[in-house]
């Protein structure tokens, strides 16, 4: 076939006034220019009516997705392959003669195409990448981790199978190869391998995903999970720094991620209001006729004294305040906060709720608000809190009582007057 080709480009040739044998320069010279022509042609073809037609039909689609892969110029890569393939299968066939050109550009396009085909191939990935990203799907799956390894795999692939090319070896050979040198590929890729192993970890178990807020002190980390790729997670701070947390530490050391909390839809408070004891007591008559015109005391005055009455019938002595049930003015106050936090427009009423009294300290009698806001935003569980507490430290005196707070500079010079002017009367 090859000498047929010469044959009919030299009668051609002779045609046209041009003298030439089929073994001459010209005939060969006259071959490699129709054969770059329709390389040219074949590329022309491709780009502007195959490719821009897919692409012109991906536009249109439905769906955006698919307009990744456009972005990434990824039919555009293929359509090289093409030119490509001609030119790998006819050069060497036009230039038989010379074997050593031959054999070298033979060589050399098939290693191209191997590079191209790769190139292609990542386009590809980067598409599912940023595709999973636009999906959300990161936030369940590591795919950019799973990317990098594919890439990571077809670059040993490639390189394996251009240097079988160039050298003329059956790939198998250098794979043989390969095989021996693993403990060195195991020490110059042990944070990688470290990472995918851990990557396939927190994927199964669902450990950790993009948009996730982690919290790692032994990295210094606390923010939102940015990335999560082969080898690293990367964190960006509440103070917009950023953190790189390698992947096989997230499973290998604790941490917290408060994915769980933002899930579920409520936020929890727990913070507790010190007592000074010095002003707990029992309740007057007064008081009660005051607090229970309180709305959210309404319904538990009335219940609660009908049932105190009724357990001090039998009680002799009533007058002493020891003897019998009273109403406290902290067990008064912890009732209304609860049913206060119960009524509250942004209480999550699917969760617990409670206010209860913990052990008393050299600070007074803690008595701490449990319950979970219905708003996970930081901003407004923080503006949720302040505002729950503003309210509870401005009715503490409608109760009697008072916050407990260590004495100050002004305390001191307070009593250090008093005790002066005391000893001017004596």
Not at 44 to 68: E, H, K, P, Q
Not at 189 to 202: E, S, Y
Not at 245 to 267: C, Q, T
Request: hydrophobic content about 45%; charged content about 20%.
């Amino acid at each position: 076939m090859d000498k047929d080709w010469r044959v009919e480009v030299a009668s051609w040739l002779s045609n046209i006034g041009i003298e030439s044998q089929p073994s001459d320069g010209t005939s060969t010279t006259a071959l490699l220019i129709g054969c770059f022509l329709l390389a040219a042609i074949s590329y022309a073809i491709t780009t502007r009516y195959f490719v821009v037609w897919i692409n012109r039909i991906i536009r249109r689609s439905s769906v955006t997705w698919d307009d990744i892969f456009i972005r990434f110029r990824m039919f555009e890569r293929l359509a090289l392959l093409v030119p490509l393939f001609i030119l790998d299968f006819l050069l060497p066939t036009i230039l038989n003669q010379k074997a050593l050109l031959s054999i070298l550009l033979d060589r050399g396009l098939s290693a191209i195409l191997v590079v191209l085909i790769i190139r292609a191939i990542y386009a590809g990935l980067n598409a599912i990448d940023e595709i999973a990203d636009v999906k959300h799907i990161n936030r369940n799956f590591p795919v950019k981790s799973f990317v990098q390894l594919t890439k990571l795999f077809l670059f040993f692939i490639g390189l394996i199978v251009v240097v079988a090319i160039i050298t003329s070896q059956s790939p198998v050979y250098f794979f043989s190869g390969l095989g021996v040198a693993t403990g060195l590929v195991m020490l110059v890729f042990r944070d990688t391998i470290l990472g995918f192993v851990a990557g396939i970890q927190l994927a199964a178990n669902r450990m950790v995903s993009k948009g996730d807020w982690i919290q790692m002190d032994k990295y210094g980390a606390d923010g939102a999970v940015q990335d999560v790729t082969l080898t690293t997670v990367k964190v960006r701070n509440w103070d917009n720094t950023i953190t790189m947390i390698p992947a096989y530490a997230l499973v290998s050391d604790a941490f917290k991620n408060w994915r769980g909390m933002s899930e579920s839809g409520g936020r929890r408070i727990k913070r507790s209001v010190n007592i000074d004891v010095n002003s707990i007591r029992f309740l007057s008559d007064d008081e009660k006729v005051r607090l229970s015109k309180v709305n959210h005391l309404k319904a538990y005055f009335p219940q609660k004294l009908s049932e105190i009455t009724e357990a001090n019938q039998l009680i002799s002595d009533l007058d002493m305040p020891v003897n019998g049930r009273r109403l406290t003015n902290i067990g008064t106050f912890r009732i209304y906060l609860q049913e206060y936090l119960r009524q509250h427009p942004k209480t999550h009423h699917n969760m617990t709720l409670m206010v209860r009294q913990l052990a008393p300290t050299t600070e007074g009698v803690p008595l701490e608000i449990y319950l979970f806001t219905n708003d996970v935003r930081w901003a407004y569980y923080e503006e949720i809190q302040s505002d729950i507490f503003d309210h509870i430290f401005a009715v503490l005196p409608e109760f009697g009582l008072q916050a407990f707070q260590n004495p100050t500079g002004k305390d001191m010079r307070s009593i250090k007057a008093t005790i002066a002017e005391a000893d001017v009367k004596h």
